[in-house]
């Protein structure tokens, strides 16, 4: 089973350019989970889809954040125009609620994004 | 009022000795989920334990275990016989809700580095 993919890896660009970050859950699981470290900082919740629904996105930021899941599967995370503040470690997860409750949320790799 | 406190910023420990990485939690929900993930330096998320709030028993995974203590709102972890490759952060983390609303929140980690 492949697990949660995240692309790209790294991305490196410049204050006020626009950046689009892709996430690609665990086949079936219908959480996805978009969270950011910024620098010496905690993980901090962006937001919540379930299937294509936000469920909760109360720790987007701004409005500069857009993030959609087209059709239920992945998601993306577009920053427009993109800040020196936004520069972070941002990671997606997924997971698939259990019917005794017990859910993992499992974790891509993260995407490194740098603004200069 | 944090909902997941790690008081730990960093943590020694000698090779092959046994270390506790506290985390304590906050919430009024009676169903939730709690979890301990490990990052290396390398970046990725690393799940490592999962115990639920009904769970009687203290989970365990090889030299992972948690010890649960649903009073105090505890659920720190144990790992034993500590490794080189053991030296990461730590964070804890809580899923609350149910249904289809869930929420994960992360403490600020614990930075955890073993000693030859």
Redesign the interface.
Same mark, same amino acid.
């Given at each position: 089973e492949a697990g949660v993919t995240q692309f790209p890896s790294h991305s490196v660009i410049e204050k006020g350019q626009t950046v689009t970050l892709r996430c690609d859950p665990i086949s079936g699981h219908d959480?996805l !989970?978009w !969270?950011r470290r910024v620098m010496g900082? *905690?993980?901090?919740?962006l937001l #919540?889809f $379930?299937k294509e629904s936000k469920?909760?996105e109360s720790g987007m930021p701004n409005n500069r954040f857009l993030a959609e899941r087209t059709g239920g599967t992945y998601s993306t995370l577009k920053v427009q125009p993109a800040e020196l503040e936004d520069s972070g $470690?941002y /990671?997606c %997860?997924s997971?698939r609620?259990r019917l %005794? &409750? #017990?859910? *993992? %949320? /499992? /974790? &891509?790799? &993260?995407t490194?994004l740098t603004v200069v | 009022a944090q909902k997941i406190t790690q008081t730990q910023p960093g943590m020694f420990v000698q090779e092959k000795e046994a270390v506790t990485l506290d985390c304590t939690y906050d919430t009024s929900d009676q169903s939730y989920g709690l979890f301990w993930y490990k990052q290396p330096s390398s970046g990725e998320m690393i799940f490592l334990i999962y115990q639920g709030s009904y769970d009687e028993q203290n989970a365990t995974e090889g030299r992972y275990s948690l010890n649960f203590q649903k009073a105090r709102k505890s659920a720190n972890l144990v790992i034993s016989a500590s490794q080189l490759g053991d030296s990461a952060m730590y964070f804890c983390a809580m899923r609350e809700g149910s249904g289809g609303y869930q929420k994960v929140t992360f403490g600020t980690g614990t930075k955890l580095q073993v000693i030859p």
């Open positions: 959480n !989970y !969270y900082k *905690e993980i901090k919740f #919540h $379930v469920q909760d $470690v /990671f %997860a997971s609620e %005794a &409750g #017990h859910t *993992e %949320a /499992f /974790f &891509g790799q &993260g490194r | -």
